[in-house]
């Protein structure tokens, strides 16, 4: 082992042996320096070590490190998982830990959507935080209608400065950092814990925490990230009580239940008022790296394999999820059944044109999917509803479907009569299955939101509930 090698393992291991009988794990490093060894004596730091040593390694070479030079920086660090619902640690007893150290003046937190159950699990710590002088601030995405109106009414309350951020391009907001910093020490989680009392307790979730000091990298780059976030003035805006009230009138952006003890009503929105506009910044693809198979493939003379697209969707969105919790705090549920019917057409926007009169119902069809459509529906998309046989008119049936309404504003729930006629078939095309809109969607559709040419989605959820989503791509791939 290089000289300077075993001379940082010695040093660090005379000050890790002083803390605990038995030795913490010691891993090597090079090009990083997450933290140095000041006060690796404190109880926080026994957990486990990092060593990073700055050089230049050796070309080919994966545990030898050339001489460093003088400048070279033997550094530790803390890394903790942070598993749950089983873990020694959930996400909300480090965040506890943290607003309530003396060490942290600062917390950022960064969302893929807040809810009202999990800001209110922070609201005791949150408090004393400020009332010491602590600052707080937020970031809450809003994409795949995950965030709920009364969890951006929590964070304006709990935080001192609070962001909402959304990329109208379709990549999804979709970070988790908890960022807490001070004088002399930070500390940083990064997984897959939304801010919410699923995300934060009872779901099956998983992060890292990194233990270091401020001016470590690691700290650093989370902060350069937050900050690139939060400036960029194409996917983010200061969240305030006005803006909230655009946020829930805009076609762009749709919210999981609850909402507001009472919403306000839609207002129409012109086509081309769109509350956020899209990024300035320059995004490129991670560069492919070259894997053994295609050292192989090249050194044969053979054709160089090409990655295989994962994504032939125009936009996946993943909504096998649905709602669960007594207060709908986190979508969870499977959805069992997915249809979906993209380029709405005038008819079943219920835009028409000028000489014609709007329709009050969706065809149900095969829009191209491997179904039959005159039983698909009826067996299976709506199979063990409560079909009522319409009197004097054989072979029509109807039932009545409670749906969640997401894409109109202020996502909603409205029941509506879905209608099966078989003598409505006759060979030629004619619609079998149809669902006849509420008065609420009818409304919406036809004075305030203009859904032509948009995609329209329906999802049966294992719990038996129903949704229909409006946006400009199906929320996931057909489940027949």
Not at 313 to 322: K, L, N, Y
Not at 455 to 471: K, M, V
């Amino acid at each position: 082992m290089d000289s300077v090698i075993g001379s940082a393992v010695a040093a660090v291991g005379s000050l890790v042996a002083s803390t605990s009988s038995a030795a913490a794990p010691l891993f090597l490093a090079t090009g990083v320096t997450l933290l140095s060894a000041r006060d690796l004596h404190a109880p926080a730091w026994r957990a486990g070590v990092v060593i990073a040593i700055v050089g230049d390694p050796t070309p080919g070479a994966r545990t030898r490190i050339r001489p460093a030079p003088p400048s070279a920086t033997v550094t530790v660090v803390e890394v903790r998982f942070i598993g749950q619902p089983d873990g020694e640690q959930h996400a909300q007893s480090f965040i506890w830990d943290r607003l309530e150290s003396p060490d942290t003046d600062s917390v950022r937190i960064a969302t893929a959507w807040a809810h009202a159950a999990g800001v209110e699990i922070l609201s005791k710590p949150l408090r004393s935080f400020r009332e010491r002088g602590g600052r707080s601030v937020v970031l809450c995405g809003l994409s795949r209608g995950g965030a709920t109106v009364d969890g951006l009414e929590a964070v304006l309350r709990q935080f001192d400065e609070a962001y909402v951020s959304f990329d109208p391009t379709g990549r999804t907001i979709h970070s988790k950092i908890y960022l807490f910093t001070g004088p002399h020490r930070a500390a940083l989680l990064v997984g897959s814990q939304n801010l919410t009392r699923s995300g934060l307790v009872t779901n099956h979730e998983a992060g890292l925490a990194v233990l270091a000091n401020p001016d470590a990298p690691v700290i650093q780059e989370a902060t350069n990230y937050l900050d690139r976030l939060q400036r960029d003035a194409g996917v983010t805006r200061r969240l305030t009580p006005e803006l909230l009230l655009e946020l829930q009138a805009s076609p762009q952006i749709s919210f999981a239940l609850p909402g507001a003890a009472v919403d306000p009503q839609p207002r129409r929105v012109e086509a081309d008022s769109k509350i956020f506009r899209g990024s300035a910044r320059k995004f490129v693809s991670a560069p492919r790296i070259a894997t053994a198979i295609d050292r192989t493939a090249r050194g044969s003379g053979s054709e160089r394999p090409q990655a295989v697209d994962q994504a032939p969707f125009r936009r996946v969105v993943d909504r096998s999820e649905g709602l669960s919790g007594d207060a709908w705090d986190e979508p969870s549920v499977t959805v069992v059944r997915r249809w979906y019917k993209a380029r709405l057409k005038r008819s079943d926007a219920r835009r028409p044109s000028p000489r014609s009169n709007p329709t009050n119902h969706l065809t149900l069809t095969e829009a191209g999917h491997d179904i039959d459509r005159r039983t698909w529906f009826h067996d299976k998309m709506f199979g063990g509803e409560h079909w009522v046989a319409v009197s004097g008119v054989e072979g029509k049936e109807h039932a009545q479907v409670k749906f969640e309404v997401v894409g109109l504003g202020t996502k909603y729930e409205e029941t509506m009569r879905v209608t099966h006629n078989m003598a409505h078939e006759s060979g030629q095309g004619n619609r079998t299955t149809s669902i006849e809109w509420g008065q609420q969607t009818r409304e919406r559709l036809s004075k305030h939101f203009d859904v032509i040419g948009q995609t329209l989605t329906l999802e049966r959820f294992a719990d038996g509930h129903f949704r229909i989503t409006f946006a400009n791509s199906e929320t996931g791939p057909a489940i027949l």
